[in-house]
């Protein structure tokens, strides 16, 4: 777990890790990304405090401004995030690689479907059956 405080946006005042990463895979989850320096530099602090690799888990990729470059050049393997919002292709070929969608169409359609249905979603947030709507 990290610890981040903001004096203003898009300005990360400190950083903290909280637990021993030394030799561990890391993985970052987040709500979202806009110019991805808070995301980039969290990769850093881990793989300086010893992490072998970090990956990060993203619902919504803004990637604003220098995210793009900032993301290419960062310790992070790869980042998957969500297509809840559409990008231009120049900022993904930017990334060079590190970034991975995946598509949240049929989980919302499901979802519509059952609500509009009267039938509970909770189930679809079991791993077997969010497997299932991607086939």
Sequence with gaps: MMHKERKEANKVESMTIIGNVKDKICIIIDDMTD???TLCKAATELKNAG???VYAFITHGIFSGPAAERI???QLEKIVCTDSMSQDPSVLERMGGKLIYV???LLLAEII???HEGE??????DIPTYKYLQN
Excluded: P, Q, Y
């Excluded at 509970?120 to 947030?125: A, I, K, P, Y």
């Design 51 to 53: 992490a072998t690799k």
């Design 113 to 115: 479907r059952r609500s």
């Design 72 to 74: 290419k050049e960062s």
């Design 35 to 37: 110019t991805s320096g």
């Design 120 to 125: 509970g979603v909770g189930e679809l947030f």
């Design 103 to 105: 598509s949240v169409d």
